[in-house]
């Protein structure tokens, strides 16, 4: 399976803070902002990532990212001139997809908690069809709305409206069969001008093809797309690595855990980071490795 991340949004709603800087460079607690998706990718093995990013920064990212030679993996890049909607994520990555399958990430969200590997697991050995995660939310107009029957059978997906049929939305993280690019190529953009995911979606549960995994409330969602939430990012971050000791969204830590880079290389990095608390942590988790 390779992994997409779309991190061009310019995040209008965070203005003036992304006025110089998108949205996904932003820091959140400790780290990059885009460093969550691509842990996430990490955790599941997914090392082929394409990033898609806004036509002039290009260069922010491999400045901060490379080619993912720090962290096992092989980062492509394609920029995105228009924004068309998150479907067109595929449309863009249509020849890197190829005949594989694919996991999206947005680049503003971000997940955490127990058991979240087990199921990023389940969802990426799910070779045919689609797999989306359902998220409780007390407002879910916002978002993309999935509704159960009795038996919790998925039976409609609406996009921002404005009676949801339920409290569960679908966060931005999303899995797909090698036939999403040619799905997406058929989604007609919707009122607001957007190739909506929650199109493919649809077009998925029509075939019958559609899977929905709901995810209970030790894992934690965030969409960081305004200044309260990115704040409630961090300090949710900070709490849970207090809380549980465990480090989120650290791509060096994850690599090593999951057999992508070994010692050497993870000393590397935490030798260079090592005035930050980032690679502090890194320098004591290769000392505690090392014994």
Not at 150 to 171: C, Q, R
Request: glycine letters at 10%; proline letters at 5%; charged letters at 25%.
């Amino acid at each position: 399976m390779k992994g997409i991340i779309l991190a061009a949004g310019k995040g209008t709603r965070l203005y003036p803070i992304t006025h110089s800087v998108c949205k996904p460079l932003l820091p959140v607690y400790d780290k990059p902002m885009v460093y969550y998706p691509l842990a996430l990718m990490l955790e599941m093995g997914i090392t082929d990532i394409l990033i898609i990013v806004p036509p002039d920064e290009q260069q922010q990212f491999e400045n901060l990212l490379g080619r993912g030679e720090h962290f096992g993996a092989r980062i492509s890049y394609i920029r995105q001139f228009e924004r068309r909607g998150i479907a067109d994520a595929f449309i863009l990555g249509e020849a890197f997809i190829g005949g594989d399958g694919v996991c999206l990430a947005l680049g503003d969200n971000i997940f955490f908690g127990k058991d979240l590997r087990e199921r990023l697991m389940s969802a990426r050995e799910s070779t045919a069809g689609a797999t989306v995660f359902g998220c409780y939310m007390a407002d879910p107009r916002p978002f993309g709305v999935v509704e159960f029957d009795k038996d919790g059978n998925v039976i409609s997906l609406e996009e921002k409206p404005e009676a949801p049929k339920s409290h569960y939305i679908v966060p931005g993280l999303y899995f797909y069969d090698s036939r999403v690019a040619g799905i997406a190529k058929q989604v007609r953009p919707s009122a607001r001008g957007e190739l909506e995911i929650t199109s493919v979606n649809n077009a998925y549960l029509e075939r019958g093809d559609l899977r929905v995994v709901p995810l209970d409330k030790e894992i934690t969602w965030f969409d960081t797309g305004n200044s309260s939430a990115l704040l409630d990012a961090a300090c949710a971050i900070r709490d849970y690595k207090k809380q549980t000791g465990e480090e989120v969204g650290c791509l060096e830590e994850t690599a090593y855990k999951n057999g992508l880079i070994d010692r050497e290389k993870l000393m590397a990095t935490a030798e260079r980071l090592k005035m930050s608390d980032y690679g502090k942590h890194l320098m004591h988790f290769a000392e505690k490795c090392g014994k």
